[in-house]
């Protein structure tokens, strides 16, 4: 086995990563449904803030989701994984950052503007630790670097559900609250 090979390590957290993933394509599942039931009330033209959190949510499950597949793979090496890594933490970042900029426009259903950023920022805080992550795989400190993706996951997929469960709140109300 080659020197840089994170398979020992890896082989710790395959159960961990087996349970992040399965967790993350269920809830996926789950916020596609949830959404497809109230997509008349999501596609409305004064519900940006709602396709933005909406998008966020997806966003952060398939990152979880791409996480643990990545992890997965046999044979993984610290060079290669730490780049894969630090790119994917870059990425969402840009992405987040270019959500929260649109952010100003996202208000009604009972969601502020500060509620829609604050939902946000723990997305930021997970693409940065992912980041933070990769480059600590690089400098071979694996057991770190694994142990930061976990405190990635966790935010990941608990920040996720939350908008999620705030997405199927607000739009049941506005959907009670239309006339019929």
């Given amino acids: 086995m080659p020197a840089d090979s994170l398979s020992p390590a890896l082989e710790r957290w395959h159960d961990f990563y ?4 399965t967790a993350a394509a269920t809830l996926l599942g789950l916020l596609f449904v949830a959404l497809s039931l109230h997509l008349d009330i999501v596609v409305r033209e004064d519900a940006p803030h709602l396709r933005l959190l909406a998008r966020e949510a997806f966003y952060s499950f398939v990152f979880v989701l791409l996480l643990s597949l990545l992890l997965l793979v046999p044979d993984n090496h610290a060079r290669p994984m730490g780049v894969e890594l630090a790119a994917m933490g870059t990425m969402r970042l840009v992405l987040l950052l270019v ?5 100003g426009a996202s208000i009604g259903h009972g969601f502020t503007r500060r509620h829609v950023r604050r939902r946000l920022l723990p997305a930021v805080a997970a693409a940065a630790l992912l980041i933070v992550a990769g480059v600590t795989i690089l400098r071979h ?3 770190d670097g694994l142990a930061t993706i976990v405190t990635t996951c966790l935010l990941l997929l608990v920040t996720a559900t939350a908008i999620a469960w705030d997405l199927i709140m607000r ?3 506005a959907r009670h609250r239309a006339p019929h």
């Fill in 18 to 21: 087996l349970l992040t993933g």
């Fill in 99 to 103: 959500a929260m900029r649109g952010a």
């Fill in 141 to 143: 400190d694996v057991d």
């Fill in 171 to 173: 739009v049941g109300e």
